[in-house]
């Protein structure tokens, strides 16, 4: 259907990951068809942007180090936030929940997503 209103659309982009596979194989069998890459938009919130897809149809992304202060929660440290590390300090296969301080520093922010460092 979009390939016949759009002749010329090749990629749509937007939110993805796991919890979205379901919608994102709906898209593609009912709108817009083969053919059609998605773009992940990586981790973001309206707050900012703070990663960048790493590739067409992944949901990987790589963080963007300049855009934010970020730190790591553990998963396993629940609230601690004492247990918070930095980027130079993440473990290879381990879960963190991503901590963003802004860059004016105004506010810090508990993303509630976690992520799997690879």
């Known amino acids: ?3 016949k209103v759009w002749p010329h659309f090749s990629y749509l982009t937007g939110v993805g990951g796991d919890g979205f596979e379901v919608y ?3 898209i593609k069998t009912h709108f817009s068809g083969s053919g059609i890459a998605n773009i ?3 981790v973001t919130a309206s707050e900012g942007l703070w990663s960048v897809p790493s590739g067409v149809d992944d949901f990987d992304s790589i963080l963007a180090p300049c855009a934010a202060f970020v730190e790591f ?4 440290a629940g609230d601690d936030f004492s247990k918070c590390v930095t980027l130079d300090k993440l473990e290879v296969g381990k879960i963190y929940e991503l901590i963003i301080t802004n860059l004016s520093g105004f506010w810090r922010y508990r993303m509630s997503d976690a992520v799997i460092v690879t």
């Open 40 to 42: 992940y938009s990586g």
């Open 24 to 26: 994102d194989r709906l």
């Open 1 to 3: 259907m979009v390939k």
């Open 73 to 76: 929660l553990p998963v396993e």
